[in-house]
Nanobody, 114 residues
Framework: QVQLVESGGGLVQPGGSLRLACAASGFTFSRYAMRWYRQAPGKERELVAQ????????NYADSVKGRFTISRDNAKNTVYLQMNSLKPEDTAVYYC???????WGQGTQVIVSS
């Protein structure tokens, strides 16, 4: 069955970096666009970044442009989110999502705090 498993979250100081990974299985990963969402406590889930099946034309939320980079390795069935210059307001649970299949991962917690 379709599985999306996120990893790489944790506690980081403001200004620091993290790289999230989402390992996919159960479908032909290279045929599907992928997205990263996040949900902060008490807030709605928001789209952070998305990438096409071929790995081009990435799009970002205005709040993360210039700091986050989405990428993918179709040979490894994995999508990444490189997060730099992290701010406390980036604290959230981060989810990967396959819009073509309507499938979500379980999420990984990111906490940005000194």
């Amino acid at each position: 069955q379709v599985q999306l498993v996120e990893s790489g979250g944790g506690l980081v100081q403001p200004g620091g970096s993290l790289r999230l990974a989402c390992a996919a299985s159960g479908f032909t990963f290279s045929r599907y666009a992928m997205r990263w969402y996040r949900q902060a406590p008490g807030k709605e889930r928001e789209l952070v970044a998305q990438i096409t099946d071929a790995g081009n034309r990435p799009n970002y939320a205005d709040s993360v442009k210039g700091r986050f980079t989405i990428s993918r390795d179709n040979a490894k069935n994995t999508v990444y989110l490189q997060m730099n210059s992290l701010k406390p307001e980036d604290t959230a649970v981060y989810y990967c999502y396959c819009p073509g299949l309507g499938s979500w991962g379980q999420g990984t917690q990111v906490i940005v705090s000194s």
